[in-house]
């Protein structure tokens, strides 16, 4: 007799669905956690947390308030056009899970307009428009209806066709406010990029050089045992 219970395999099921296939030839890259978030744009408060487990990031909630929120953005200059189909690949442990983010000049005069945000899981591949962004961006939304997070939404390439001039000015994830959770961020995919975490290796000293030490750090990155040694005479560390 076959059991019909959604066991084990049905969460890992669950699970799996979240993640969205990246091309064999996407490239990958690292996030530095902290220093590759922009810090003026974070938004983790209070009852919000994060901290790198392996290459991913475990980020939890720890009640209902407006004080639960985890939310990060990386810099980056990248056509709307150019930003593919960005994803959060997500393993959830626990409550709610966090949407990508994607902060926009929509008519590409310098100046951030509005934030993009993908909920996959609830809105499929349509992406809704922050309340707070400038009415110009809301008065040319692909649709204006409800029916998504926001009156103003549309699939990315109804947005691309709305601003064909747009440009991502940082990228990112946001869970919360309000929103208890917890699990783990294994990547980002951006910009036919593969973005994973990692925390910063810095040498304390010249002897940390020797031995190939020098090739493991990452904060600064050195050309040679010879830089390395160097780096530390010069700042007399
Ligand atoms: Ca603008």
Redesign the pocket.
Known sequence: MRKTSLGLVGIIAAAISLVVAVPANAATSVLYVADSFNSALSDTRADGHYEVVATGLHMYTDSYTSDAKVAEYVDTNTLLAAAGEPSLEYTNTAGGIPGAQLIV?????????GILIGERGVYGDDWWLSNSAAQFVKDAAPSISGGSGSGYHGTLDQWRTAFPDAVVTAFGFSLGSGVKGDGVLNAINFAATRYTFETQTVLAGKDNCKKGGWETSTSPVFKNQGDCVSSFASSKR
């Open positions: 000049d929509f008519d590409h005069d310098g100046t951030a307009d």
